[in-house]
């Protein structure tokens, strides 16, 4: 006897996150028949009844800790007879994926319970998780996320596991990277022994969840300057990993309510927070910062790694109380390269930097570094998208082209769209290391086999040099080029779209960053432009005055350079430590030809002014200026005299430049000076945007660029401009970094194609 049934196709984050044991416990809680099963096209749940209202409704009440719904499209369909309960089928697979890979998570109390319980046959293994966490992205080699298409494909599950694994009413139903001591991976070494070597102040790799990491103890100076000079990283700060928040909020760092949630939330990230003056860390972690990148465990084995180095404390009240330990947690890799997480490549690697290389028999499908998230306010601002949130894909409320980005040269990540949706790899690195492109060419090949996208158009930075626009002539794809700053704006714009916020006809966008090549060649980092959403026009419409930039790429390095032309340039005296440097006198006599080239970056501003006040002559890493300048400020002061535009509507900073020299060279006030110039530079900024806002009737502001990640900066123009009436798009959902680069590449290529403004 045929009825009518409910089909519903379901997509969003729901394999891999104990979705399908919810199904089949609010299907069978309604006395449902039918059956749920995992396809290509998303989860497909057969009702045996003409209304599923009811049942989506309990659904959405309902969702495991991990999951979540992009949509839920229900037909009608006639079925022979009713089904006989309700039952878990086994996965179909299909040509074309649709389904989301689900980033990894950290691990649940229900776990940790059972990793500290000896009578557990889960107790102190380091492999330990359900379907309510663990390992994810990271282990999946093809979608439906099925135990053959991970990592654990080599490991038969033992009897018990098998048995946990079968029954729909146990949270390790289907959980597919669940494993024992009996029947799972294994370390090569006992934590036990990592444990005893930190604890003598050795340097340990040891194979993480996304790769190898190197782990030392942050109190230990002579361990921390040892491991920098192996690794050479001269002065950037290092992740520490404290046990809890309870044990950062008492030893480490000030944590408010806002940034203990986002530290303790299933991406687990790196978290930016105020040091303590006291705090019981080596100052060698964090050289002349007065901010600490703060994590948690994100997995068993650095739980059971406190474990051992806490003296195997009994029960599992340990876990809440706070204790000083703290442990240096960062990517085994050398500078500029990425990280590892082959075990062959470990011990070729490693040995350098390491006196122990722990590996693991479960290989890592596809690496990924630790995100970090600086909270602004009540706000997220990513500094680096990776595990635990990527691959979460963007959803627009329309259909898209399949096309292919490839980003920037530095911070380098891949985004591709398909259907309605925009899915962007995690952070990759810089593209001038071969193991970084290595990685990038790993990534993008297994986005392919898993989503089978085929594009129909490449879309790169203007920059003929970047190794990505050699690359994307080997695809043999048509290739559209779009400039840097344009590829920023279009970022925000997109990640706007994708939270459902409605574009302007016209918005203005500022976009202030290091460096981006220009329309004319040149370098830029310093604009406003202009973006008209009715046909995708950039216009640009105002830059920051540029400045001579002394040894081009080299001034990256030595802003000394910088802060000599910006002395030429204000007709100040050189400072006599400027002249530490032998090659000084020379870059003057060339500055004083004007030999070089001139770039409008703010960032170049603020290396030069960190400089010219003898804060940071030489940079050791990425923003080393402004942010050792940062920690300097303590309450930002303005002086409105210095704070000017000039008759184009272009900040003044040569008035500025003036003052913050006679107070900080000549008055030798470095803090006031410091004061001044973000104060200051807040003002300039925020009179710049609102100058143009009003003389070209914007109410829109979308804001990308490096130098955003300024708290300060953001913070002061984000509370203006809301009185103001002025809407301010920020990407909340990605870095203000080039890493969304080739996010605002993706969008801006589809939508033209969608358009008819490109043929290919």
């Known amino acids: 006897m045929q009825i009518t049934a409910c089909k519903l196709l379901i997509n969003g984050i729901v394999q891999g996150v104990g979705f399908r044991p919810t199904v089949y416990k609010v299907a069978t809680t309604l006395n449902l028949s039918g059956w749920v099963r995992n396809t290509s096209l998303g989860v497909e749940v057969i009702l045996a009844t003409e209304d599923s209202a009811g049942f989506i409704q309990q659904l959405e009440l309902s969702l495991p800790a991990l999951a979540s719904l992009d949509s839920v499209d229900c037909t009608k369909i006639t079925l022979d007879e009713k089904p006989h309960g309700f039952q878990i089928l086994s996965s179909v697979a299909g040509s074309v994926n649709d389904t989301v890979m689900p980033p990894d998570s950290y691990v649940c109390q229900d776990c940790l319970g059972e990793i ?16 309510n966490c663990g390992p994810r992205y990271t282990v999946i080699k093809g979608l439906p996320y099925d135990r053959g298409l991970t990592a654990l494909a080599n490991f038969p599950l033992c009897e018990s596991c098998s048995t946990e694994y079968h029954d729909p009413q146990n949270r390790r139903y289907h959980a597919q990277a669940t494993a024992c001591p009996k029947c799972g991976p294994s370390l090569e070494l006992s934590l036990a022994k990592v444990a005893e070597y930190i604890h003598a102040g050795k340097i340990v790799a040891l194979k993480g969840v996304g790769g190898y990491v190197l782990l030392a103890d942050a109190t230990n100076a002579a361990t921390v300057a040892r491991l920098r000079e192996r690794k050479g990283r001269a002065e950037k700060p290092f992740a520490v990993m404290a046990l809890n928040t309870n044990s950062i909020q008492h030893n480490f760092a000030h944590v408010s309510p806002h940034e203990a949630g986002v530290l303790e939330s299933p991406a687990a990230p790196i978290v930016i927070l105020a040091r303590k003056r006291n705090a019981h860390i080596a100052a060698e972690v964090a050289p002349k910062l007065n901010t600490l990148g703060m994590m948690l465990p994100n997995s068993p084995l650095y739980y059971i790694l406190f474990y051992h180095l806490l003296g195997a404390p009994a029960g599992t009240e340990w876990l809440q109380q706070h204790t000083s330990l703290a442990l240096i947690v960062t990517s085994a890799n050398f500078s500029g390269g990425a990280i590892i997480s082959d075990n062959d490549e470990a011990y070729q690697q490693l040995t350098k930097i390491a006196d122990y290389i722990v590996s693991a028999d479960r290989d890592i499908i596809m690496k990924s570094d630790d995100s970090v998230i600086s909270c602004v306010g009540q706000h997220n601002v990513l500094l680096r998208r990776a595990r635990g949130i990527a691959p979460k894909p963007f959803y627009f409320p329309y259909q898209l082209p399949q096309v292919l980005a490839l980003g920037a040269h530095l911070k380098n990540t891949l985004t591709f769209t398909r259907d309605n949706k925009a899915f962007t790899s995690q952070y990759l690195g810089d593209m001038g290391s071969e193991h970084t ?5 790993q990534v993008l090949a297994h986005y392919h086999d898993v989503f089978n996208f085929k594009p129909e158009l490449i879309i790169t930075d203007l920059h003929p040099d970047f190794y990505v626009r050699n690359f994307a002539r080997e695809l043999s794809l048509p290739e559209l080029q779009l400039q ?5 704006m279009a970022s925000v714009i997109a990640n706007a779209e994708s939270c459902g916020k409605k574009i302007a006809n016209k918005v203005l966008g500022c976009i202030l960053d290091g460096y981006g090549y220009g329309l004319d ?6 604009e406003l ?13 105002s830059q920051l005055a540029p400045l001579q930039v002394p040894g081009g790429d080299i001034a990256e390095n030595e802003p000394w350079r ?22 000084a006198a020379q870059v003057v006599e060339l500055c004083k030809r004007k030999q070089f080239g001139t770039s409008t970056s703010l960032g170049r501003k603020f290396s030069a002014v960190a400089a010219l006040l003898n804060i940071v002559t030489e940079s050791k890493y990425e923003a080393h200026a402004a942010m050792v300048m940062e920690s300097i400020v303590h309450g930002l002061e303005v002086d409105f005299d210095y704070a000017r535009l000039n008759l184009a509507g272009v900040p003044d900073f040569n008035l500025l430049i003036k003052r913050i020299y006679q107070i900080g060279i000549i008055e030798k006030n470095i803090q006031q000076a410091v ?8 003002v300039l900024i925020e009179k710049w945007i609102l100058f143009h806002c009003s003389t070209r009737g914007i109410s829109q502001v979308a804001i990308s660029g490096g130098c955003w990640q300024s708290r300060y900066l953001l913070s002061t123009l984000s509370d203006k401009f809301k009185r103001l009436g002025i809407e301010l798009l920020i990407p909340y959902q990605l870095p203000f970094n080039d890493e969304c680069i080739s996010f605002g590449q993706a969008w801006y290529g589809a939508q033209a194609l969608q358009r008819g403004l490109l043929c290919v």
């Open 437 to 441: 492109i290595r990685y990038f060419k």
């Open 529 to 541: 432009i202009q973006f008209n959403s009715h046909d995708l026009k950039f216009e640009l419409i």
């Open 562 to 583: 910088i802060a000599l032309a910006l002395c030429i340039e204000n007709n100040l005296p050189f400072p006599e430590h400027l002249f530490v440097h032998p090659q």
């Open 484 to 488: 840097h700053h344009f590829a920023h």
């Open 675 to 682: 004061n001044l110039f973000y104060g200051n530079l807040s």
């Open 521 to 526: 060649g040149s370098s830029w980092g310093g």
């Open 116 to 131: 500290f319980d000896p009578d557990s046959k889960y107790y102190l293994y380091p492999f330990t998780n359900c379907t």
